[in-house]
């Protein structure tokens, strides 16, 4: 049973690419979110969209920098922040991306959900320890 707390309003909302679940990676249209710490019935604690999904991060991203892109970020898609967003939250800093769009970080590590709605996310041991699901 998981436990939700409200932490903050920000962030995005991905819009459907098709029915089978892609997301549309478009930061001018994205929409903000609130982000939630959950808490699972075995204790861990990790953040999450509104739409359940987990952030995650990636051993490959450089402090503040994001190494994801292309069809990377068609997959893990970053967490765009929009015109209604704050600047800095707390932990929650913006980046900017290779092609000049920002993205959230949570202490200075990117932030990406897993792109396909339909698809349950991935473990760390199903995405060979390289992404990590977010935990404050």
């Known amino acids: 049973m998981l436990v939700r707390a409200i932490f ?4 995005l909302a ?22 939630s710490m959950v808490q699972e019935a075995k204790g861990a604690i990790s953040f999450q969209n509104t739409y359940a999904q987990p952030f995650y991060s990636w ?5 503040m920098k994001s190494n994801c892109n ?10 765009y922040p929009n015109d ?6 707390g932990d929650f800093t913006l980046v900017t991306r290779d092609d000049g769009n920002k ?15 339909e698809t349950p996310p991935p473990t760390d041991k199903e995405t060979q320890g390289q992404w990590h699901i977010v935990k404050p």
């Open 59 to 63: 051993d490959k991203d450089a402090p």
């Open 84 to 89: 209604r967003n704050p600047s800095n939250l």
């Open 70 to 79: 292309g069809h990377c970020a068609e997959i893990w898609v970053p967490v």
């Open 103 to 117: 993205q959230w970080a949570y202490k200075g590590k990117p932030l990406y959900t897993f792109g396909y709605g």
């Open 8 to 11: 903050a309003a920000v962030l």
């Open 14 to 35: 991905a819009n459907f690419l098709s029915s089978a679940g892609a997301y549309a990676i478009d930061a001018n249209t994205a929409v903000p979110v609130d982000i």
